[in-house]
């Protein structure tokens, strides 16, 4: 080695070594990058789950956005496989659960057809469930597979016409596999086994028994006493199986296993059903009957008594029926044109049987020529005296009768201005002398104070009714007052107390004057003059004989003026 050698190596040796080293690693480097497409499957199988997902989740996302967006035709062309089936399964459960829907609607519902069923299955016995499904179910049995439990061999097939022949080998071996894992995982103590899956579009219902089981591919919702049918065609074919060791043949050709047939017996019509009673049907009708004759009863006595009304009210002088509403038996209205001196119609309800209805009365006012109504009319536009007539006739007034020739001539003035009056006849209307005439009134409004008495309960406590009888003496005898003035007579009023013959004589002497006592002083008190009242005790003595009564009275006495 030269000098030169020796000085490099010394000078230079650990670089060398460093970049020999590095030079190392670049190979090795390169060899892992040559080879990380063949172990890259390797090392994404040892990471662990989440993280490599969470490192994965952006960028595969980005990744196939930006496919869609720029090969979009592509994307949907592989797809398009698989988006068939989807949409099919997914149109399948809407349909699905929409019945579902729908048969809980119709239990719910009220509405006429709703309300026959409910008949039927009241007359029939059975739920009202089963009715609903006997006229709105649909299904179809689409495959059948009758499969040895043991080996899974496929002993016989059926499907309906038109639909393509599955693997018949290949679905009896996954029944077989889930079947017998079901028993070891589930049922291993319970002797558990499937009974019910969903494939896809297909409701897989599975009848087990102790050698053979029937897998059956049904779309819809089928009814539960489908299953029952099943079970009967598979107890038929283990009684044709008593007494055959397993690896012989096993002949079903007498056991009927077809889709249709089995769809077709295991609906409600197809069993015997009870026969339905009478009895229910005759109530309901009987019921009904009923019901609508009394409503039709009700209805013609309330039209019968609005069709007495309207007569009433179109007789009804003085008022002139425009409209009777009465759509109800609760509501009435009335609409027309009533004359201030007619009588009011509010009692011809009453009269007609629907007073306990509060009606609705529309009335405008109007001028009546009915006959009555003008001789009321005129009665109170002329203040006729009692003793006066007035009668109308077409437009005639015909006035009779005695009254104070003032009167007489007031009438001859004022007669023919009252309207509906044409023509005015005074016949038989004689003057009358005011004093003449007011004694007789007065010895009449006498005659009715004296038939009116004050009860007492008990001493001098009074009736609860005798302020009425008292308002009405003290009315009675300001007009009797007033009377006397114009007759030119004296009026004395006897207050007169009685009693039972229950107490001894003082006693009931003395209740007699102090019911006296109490009416005169109730008579001061609503202004009648004292000096009119008179309490006579010699009067009250002599008909306390004939008085059996606890009361007081007055006896009013005409006597001649003083002069």
């Known amino acids: 080695m030269s000098e030169f050698d020796r000085l490099r190596s010394l000078l230079l040796a650990e670089e060398r070594e460093a970049l020999a080293r590095a030079q190392q690693r670049l190979d090795t480097l390169d060899e892992a990058r040559d080879g990380l497409a063949e172990s890259l499957p390797g090392l994404v199988r040892r990471a662990p789950p989440q993280p490599m997902a969470d490192a994965l989740a952006t960028p595969v996302a980005s990744a196939l956005g930006s496919a869609v967006r720029s090969q979009?035709?592509?994307?949907?062309?592989?797809?398009?496989?698989?988006?068939?089936?989807?949409?099919?399964?997914?149109?399948?459960?809407?349909?699905?659960?929409?019945?579902?829907?729908?048969?809980?609607?119709?239990?719910?519902?009220?509405?006429?057809?709703?309300?026959?069923?409910?008949?039927?299955?009241?007359?029939?016995?059975?739920?009202?469930?089963?009715?609903?499904?006997?006229?709105?179910?649909?299904?179809?049995?689409?495959?059948?597979?009758?499969?040895?439990?043991?080996?899974?061999?496929?002993?016989?097939?059926e499907s309906a016409p038109g639909l393509p022949d599955l693997d018949a080998d290949a679905i009896a071996g996954m029944l077989t596999a889930i079947g017998q894992f079901v028993r070891d995982s589930v049922g291993r103590d319970r002797g558990d086994s499937l009974e019910e899956a969903r494939v896809g579009e297909y409701l897989l219902w599975l009848v087990d028994g102790p050698r053979v089981s029937i897998a059956s591919f049904i779309q819809g919702v089928p009814p539960d006493r489908l299953r029952e049918t099943l079970e009967l065609r598979l107890e038929a074919i283990h009684v044709g199986l008593d007494g055959v060791e397993s690896p012989q043949p096993v002949d079903l050709a007498g056991i009927e296993l077809d889709p249709a047939e089995l769809a077709r017996v295991s609906l409600p019509e197809g069993t015997p059903a009870p026969s339905p009673s009478r009895w229910p049907a005759l109530?309901?009708?009987?019921?009904?009957?009923?019901?609508?004759?009394?409503?039709?009863?009700?209805?013609?006595?309330?039209?019968?008594?609005?069709?007495?009304?309207?007569?009433?009210?179109?007789?009804?002088?003085?008022?002139?029926?425009?409209?009777?509403?009465?759509?109800?038996?609760?509501?009435?209205?009335?609409?027309?044109?009533?004359?201030?001196?007619?009588?009011?119609?509010?009692?011809?309800?009453?009269?007609?049987?629907?007073?306990?209805?509060?009606?609705?009365?529309?009335?405008?006012?109007?001028?009546?020529?009915?006959?009555?109504?003008?001789?009321?009319?005129?009665?109170?536009?002329?203040?006729?005296?009692?003793?006066?007539?007035?009668?109308?006739k077409a437009g005639e007034l015909r006035l009779g009768g005695h009254a104070p020739a003032a009167w007489i001539a007031r009438a001859r003035e004022r007669a023919g201005w009252?309207?509906?009056?044409?023509?005015?006849?005074?016949?038989?209307?004689?003057?009358?002398?005011?004093?003449?005439?007011?004694?007789?009134?007065?010895?009449?409004?006498?005659?009715?104070?004296?038939?009116?008495s004050v009860r007492f309960v008990r001493d001098d406590e009074p009736a609860p009714e005798s302020e009425a009888t008292v308002r009405s003496l003290a009315e009675g005898l300001h007009e009797a007052s007033g009377l006397a003035a114009t007759a030119g007579v004296h009026l004395v009023v006897d207050v007169i107390g009685s009693s039972d013959?229950?107490?001894?004589?003082?006693?009931?002497?003395?209740?007699?004057?102090?019911?006296?006592?109490?009416?005169?002083?109730?008579?001061?008190?609503?202004?009648?003059?004292?000096?009119?009242?008179?309490?006579?005790?010699?009067r009250a003595a002599s008909s306390a004989a004939t008085m059996v009564v606890r009361g007081a009275s007055v006896r009013p006495t005409i006597e001649p003026a003083a002069r």
């Not at 989807?86 to 239990?107: H, P």
């Not at 016995?125 to 089963?130: D, F, I, K, L, S």
């Not at 009863?297 to 409209?323: C, I, M, N, T």
């Open 501 to 538: 013959p229950s107490g001894t004589d003082e006693i009931n002497a003395s209740l007699r004057g102090a019911r006296a006592r109490w009416l005169a002083d109730a008579l001061v008190a609503r202004g009648i003059d004292a000096g009119v009242l008179r309490l006579d005790d010699a």
């Open 283 to 392: 109530i309901l009708l009987a019921v009904v009957l009923a019901a609508l004759g009394w409503y039709g009863l009700r209805e013609w006595r309330w039209q019968a008594r609005v069709g007495e009304l309207r007569s009433a009210l179109a007789s009804h002088p003085g008022f002139v029926l425009d409209s009777l509403d009465s759509r109800t038996n609760k509501a009435i209205a009335i609409r027309g044109l009533l004359d201030a001196d007619a009588e009011p119609i509010a009692p011809l309800l009453a009269r007609a049987g629907i007073a306990g209805i509060e009606p609705g009365i529309a009335v405008s006012g109007y001028v009546s020529t009915d006959d009555a109504i003008v001789a009321r009319r005129a009665r109170r536009l002329l203040a006729a005296p009692d003793s006066v007539t007035v009668e109308a």
């Open 72 to 157: 979009s035709k592509s994307i949907v062309d592989a797809l398009f496989p698989i988006i068939g089936p989807l949409i099919r399964k997914s149109i399948a459960e809407a349909l699905r659960g929409l019945m579902g829907d729908i048969n809980g609607a119709l239990e719910q519902s009220l509405t006429v057809r709703g309300l026959r069923w409910r008949v039927e299955a009241w007359r029939s016995g059975a739920p009202y469930a089963q009715v609903v499904l006997k006229h709105t179910l649909r299904y179809r049995i689409d495959h059948l597979f009758v499969i040895e439990r043991d080996s899974g061999l496929v002993l016989r097939r």
């Open 418 to 452: 009252v309207p509906g009056v044409q023509n005015v006849v005074l016949e038989t209307l004689d003057d009358v002398d005011p004093a003449a005439s007011a004694l007789a009134r007065l010895q009449a409004v006498s005659d009715r104070l004296a038939g009116l």
